[in-house]
């Protein structure tokens, strides 16, 4: 079954009582701070989804989402101008759902009961983390309390969840990280995304940034924490919706991308990083009892050993540039890879024979 084509639809950043640290809404969702009337609002919607659904092919389902601003915060009135002008969308079969990402102290009886019957049937949260000390001094203005909170209202109402988190926020670390993700699948969301956190011109990271008091990750390290993020929200059955952040004008722009480890298929390095370790896994399973292997260093007689991987993972086996494979022919010199496509293999799967040995 094809995922829905999601239609996002920003919102101007209101309804959020508190600027945290690291936001500039108005670079992300690149909108204007000015407040729009609903008329202007509901034909600028009317224009996004005419554009969108030109790419809905043959996906079934469509769903329109409200991002870039705390939905469930807006005042009651424009929360309702919002919802009804996707009715007429939603009555002609063209829109299906509708989902929202709001702030976790946000979410409350009275303002589910007000969204839930024009379609509202997923709601994201933005966690960012389940340290409270982390979220102080991002100053996010709520607690993990309010995300458990949260998360056992949605659901007790029928809504699919969805959690967004962030790598290296102020005072995080590894261990921050994973117990972030661990908390967090607890929970039992449906869904996560994780973003690197980015330093954005106009916001106050920016000027920590400048002083010195904050120092952001490197590419390399939000690489490693992320995947470790993934793989604890996939072991405990959580789809990971999206890693890393989409590519827009304003990250070619130094004047508003001031630093951070951004990179535009930071997810792509994400799961190939996450395929090397697997291969090496392999690797290391299929070597084992082979006389002469010990941990690095070449066997007595050279192997050629034979990965396999689903056709649509290949890049990521390979790795950026291919530098999965540079660091496979380091990691165990005397040995040769070849890379086999398997269409029955899982895409983030990889299975290691030695050439001439029947894989297992």
């Known amino acids: 079954m094809s995922p829905p084509l999601v239609i996002p639809f920003f919102i101007p950043h209101q309804g959020c009582p508190h600027l945290c640290v690291f936001c500039n809404q108005r670079l992300i969702a690149r909108q204007t701070s000015e407040v729009q009337t609903f008329d202007s609002e509901a034909e600028r919607l009317s224009d996004v989804i005419h554009t969108y659904l030109q790419f809905k092919k043959n996906r079934s389902r469509v769903e329109l989402a409200f991002f870039g601003g705390n939905f469930l ?120 995304r994780i973003y690197p956190l980015l330093v954005l011109g106009g916001s106050r990271l920016a000027q920590w940034y400048r002083s010195g008091r904050y120092v952001p990750l490197s590419l390399e390290q939000a690489v490693d924490q992320t995947k470790k993020m993934v793989t604890i929200f996939k072991c405990a059955g959580v789809s990971v919706a999206r890693i890393g952040l989409q590519a827009t004008e304003m990250m070619d722009d130094a004047g508003q991308m001031i630093a951070g480890p951004w990179h535009p298929a930071f997810g792509h390095l994400v799961l190939s990083a996450l395929m090397f370790d697997q291969a090496c896994e392999q690797i290391d399973t299929v070597l084992t009892g082979q006389i002469g292997w010990k941990g690095i260093e070449p066997p007595g007689e050279k192997k050629s050993v034979v990965l396999q991987v689903h056709p649509r993972s290949l890049s990521r086996l ?41 894989p297992k």
């Open 73 to 192: 915060g807006l005042e009651t009135s424009r929360i309702l101008a919002l919802l009804k002008a996707v009715q007429p969308w939603i009555r002609q079969g063209q829109i299906h759902s509708i989902r929202c990402s709001t702030r976790p102290d946000t979410v409350t009886c009275q303002v589910l009961d007000l969204a839930r019957p024009f379609g509202l049937e997923t709601v994201e949260l933005g966690v960012q983390s389940m340290d409270d000390r982390v979220l102080t001094l991002a100053e996010r203005g709520h607690t993990s309390e309010d995300t458990r909170k949260a998360m056992a209202l949605l659901k007790d109402n029928g809504l699919k969840t969805g959690v967004q988190v962030m790598v290296g926020l102020p005072g995080d670390d590894d261990f921050g990280a994973v117990h972030t993700a661990e908390a967090l699948t607890e929970l039992e969301p449906d869904f996560a």
């Open 318 to 358: 390979q790795g950026n540039r291919k530098t999965n494979l540079d660091r496979l022919t380091q990691t165990y010199p005397g040995l040769s890879f070849i890379i086999e496509r398997v269409e029955t293999l899982d895409i983030d799967q990889v299975h290691a024979h030695i050439l001439g040995m029947s």
